[in-house]
């Protein structure tokens, strides 16, 4: 089995709805997105699936939620954009995106800060 990971990263504002503290109000983070997917067949050059593709499939996700309020968005209208619910956001989102392909998607790890990090896997 292999296991590939891919980094980007986004800019937008969200607010908790709920949350007792500052988090409720409208803030801004500039987060931080690892994917990772397993599979355990290579190409004939060696390859699982290219960087390159799982890349482009994880900045089209994340240009849709680049610079945006997050809670406008028709995803979080009625679920909090927490870290935990943004990382099971692109976890499916990612999923139809590489349907077909040799890989299954296994984990994303959304980080509002370097010290705080939320990952969504299939327990
Ligand atoms: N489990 C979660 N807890 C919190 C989330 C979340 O998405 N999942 N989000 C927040 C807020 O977004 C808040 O902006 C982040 O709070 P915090 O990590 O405390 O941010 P700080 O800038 O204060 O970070 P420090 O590490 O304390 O400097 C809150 N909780
Ligand atoms: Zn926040």
Redesign the pocket.
Known sequence: MFELTVRDEFSAA???RG?E???ENL?G?NWKVEVAVRGSQLNEIGILIDFKELKKALKEILSELDHCHLNEHPAFRDL???????ARFIFERLEEKLAGKPVEVFRVT?C?????C?SYFRG
């Open positions: 969200h607010q908790l949350y503290g500052a988090c803030h983070h909090n954009p927490s870290s935990e619910n943004l959304v509002e800060t370097e010290r705080s939320a």
